[in-house]
């Protein structure tokens, strides 16, 4: 029973041990303050990828409440996420809003298995290259899909491809709209403005505004405007007819398993996607508190929240970087305040979802554009010329797979750009010397009766060549081959060996091994190697040595 209890246990349950009112009070405040922070994010990123803002604020309530409750991080925030933005809209352009619940679910499924079986360590294996990559592509793409908004063109349907978009934005031009262009400028404006005056408020009796985020404010300033000035922009009520003012229910999607069968590669995306984001989120909160989440508890936490969401109505859930430091400095301690910040966007969305028909798109649209920019990590690319020429390759080409043609090929190429990088390394770094007769005085005199080589790094099929070439240089009686410093043998490596075996009986050549030890005499026992031998298997070699002048 301890067992299935510790495979599953949110850090919740050790987060309320020595809980008092002081924790809950700092707790209260920090999940109230992301919750205002989250508010026009959620409706933000709904919008952009082709959903109705209530979408974004179902996900943030009913996944980041799941996500606080069961997940291994004390502090980290779930929510929609900018980097799903691309991903999501894609999906519903192809395949409808039935199947992207569907590719949610199936994604919340996987999720929990990998936490389930223990592979959140696994994602830490993915290169940085790859995750720089897509990474600063979605940003790109982000900006790119909010053109429409910033400008107010009248644009009935986006297209989800490159250039498509670019086409679209381009035939569309002349319809933009003046008072949308300067209303989402003095947005931007806005909240740039007010994060660089919030940093000098911080240490000024002050301090409590310059927790509010700028967000909030070019959207109540935005929205004022809109409504006291009558601007001609579109709105949340004029095109979507305002939001909600309760929860949904159950809804069950009437989708075509046809159609579901192809959702596999969105699947393994947005499944790929949420633990990466959230994970690194995850670290990136462990290094501000000093604290080690649970990476595998963290997905299991995703994928329940995955799982449930897009049946009331939301879309893919993660791990938010911006809500979570923003409850980190407001003071947040345990999980308790991603609850708070849950039930806060509950209570907006229960009073006040009649004021959100007044929030105008283009204001929205440049906080998004604010957001994009943030995400990316635009100084990686002046620093290519640091890295070698596969790293920047790799980068490179995933951004430019992301931007132009799809996420999913994009990551795929990073890694198998990356594994064939990673392979040619570790083979470079394998090699095989011949043994200085300067330090092994027994081999003195004896060039023409016994012939010794060292191997060195991991002996796996990337580096077999060098078996091969010792098979052909062979040309005395008598061939030692010290395996001391190789310190990983796969089966590639051992098919070499014995293969090598084989050609010594062949021309009669006494071959012996030497120094096998750990992983590489545990595959040796496995294969049978050691029983093809011709001999016992040497300690070292001078042992070797020794037995091959006994033989001469």
Known sequence: MKWHFDLFRPRLLDSLQGYNRQLFTQDV???????VVALPLAMAFAIASGL??????????????????????????????????VIVYGIVERYGLANLILATAM???????????????????????????????????????????????KVVSMPADFFGILNTLWQNLHTANLAALLLSLASLSLVVGWLRMSRRLAHTPLKAISIVPGSIIALVFATLATWLLSLPVETIGSKFGGIPSAMPGLVWPDFSWDSARFLLMPTLTLTLLGAIESLLCARIADGMIGDRHNPNQELMAQGVANFVTPFFGGMPATGTIARTVTNIKSGGT????????????????????????????????AIL????????????????????????????????LTVVFDLT???????????????????????????????????????????????????????????????????????????????????????????????????EVTLIVCGLQHQPLDIARRSGLLNHLQGPLESDLPAAIQ???SLS
């Open 369 to 400: 554009m604010f957001v994009a920019w943030n995400m990316g990590e635009w100084r990686e690319f002046l620093h290519l010329r640091q890295y070698r020429m596969p790293y920047r390759i790799t980068l490179l080409a995933v951004f430019f």
């Open 547 to 549: 037995r091959a002048l």
């Open 107 to 153: 994604s919340g499924v996987l999720l929990f298995l990998m936490g389930l079986f223990r592979l959140g360590t696994l994602i830490r294996f993915i290169p940085v290259a790859v995750v720089i990559g897509f990474t600063n592509g979605i940003a790109v793409l982000i900006m790119l899909t909010q053109i429409k908004d910033l400008l107010g063109l």
């Open 52 to 85: 109705k803002p209530e979408a974004g604020l179902f996900t943030a309530i009913i996944a980041g409440f799941l996500i606080s409750a069961l997940g291994g991080s004390r502090v980290q925030i779930g929510g929609p996420a900018g980097a799903f933005i």
């Open 409 to 507: 090929v994009a990551v795929e190429v990073g890694l198998i750009a990356a594994c064939l990088t990673f392979i040619y390394r570790i083979s470079s770094l394998s090699r095989c010397e011949a043994v200085s007769r300067l330090d092994h005085p027994g081999l003195a005199g004896q060039d023409g009766a016994i012939q010794a080589w060292r191997l060195y790094g991991a002996l796996f099929f990337g580096a077999v060549k060098l078996i091969e070439d010792i098979e052909d240089k062979i040309s005395t009686p008598v061939l030692l081959v010290d395996l001391k410093n190789v310190i990983y043998i796969d089966s590639s490596g051992a098919d070499a060996l014995m293969n090598l075996i084989d050609t010594c009986r062949r021309k």
């Open 29 to 35: 405040g920090a999940g109230i303050t992301v919750g």
């Open 334 to 365: 345990t999980p308790i305040s991603g609850m708070v910040h849950a039930l806060t966007l509950l209570a907006v969305v229960l009073v006040a979802a009649p004021l959100a028909g007044h929030i105008p798109l283009a204001a929205l649209a």
